[in-house]
């Protein structure tokens, strides 16, 4: 099934990208999901984040968020399994970071980074992050009390 899934994606990316059809990848994608649903054949998290990405970048807000869940409890058990590589392509904690920025999600994203800060105690891009983001977060708070 993932070579299904993947020439589907593949498909999909051309459309997305290439072909400059984004409704057309969305309608394959959409189609992959019919013919091998989620429910019934789980799909790795990180080709989730990857055809979560896709429809982000499709223009498919809902479809993106409907794919948040599952990349979100991948990313965490891969972090709560000591899977981090802050170099990967698929580091969690960049993925869910990524997520959260798109979210505007301050509290998860400044969580996020302050138990990463706990690793990397000196690096001061990492702590700067993280005080822009406080700024932010108190900003955000102040414009919806």
Known sequence: M???????FRL???????GKEPERAVSILDRMEQIIPRTKVPIAWELSVEIMNLY??????DRFVGFISEVEAGARAAIAA???DPNSVYSPIRILYN???I???YPKM???????????????GLRNRINALEGMEKEANK???
Do not use: K, M, W
């Open 103 to 105: 979210q505007r999600d």
């Open 110 to 124: 400044l969580e996020l980074l302050r138990s990463l800060a706990v690793f990397y105690p000196t690096d001061t």
């Open 2 to 8: 993932l070579n299904y899934r993947i020439a589907f």
């Open 99 to 101: 997520i959260y920025d």
């Open 56 to 61: 982000y970048r499709s223009g498919r807000v």
């Open 143 to 145: 414009q919806n009390p």
């Open 82 to 84: 000591g899977n981090v």
């Open 12 to 18: 999909a990316l051309y459309y997305g990208g290439v």
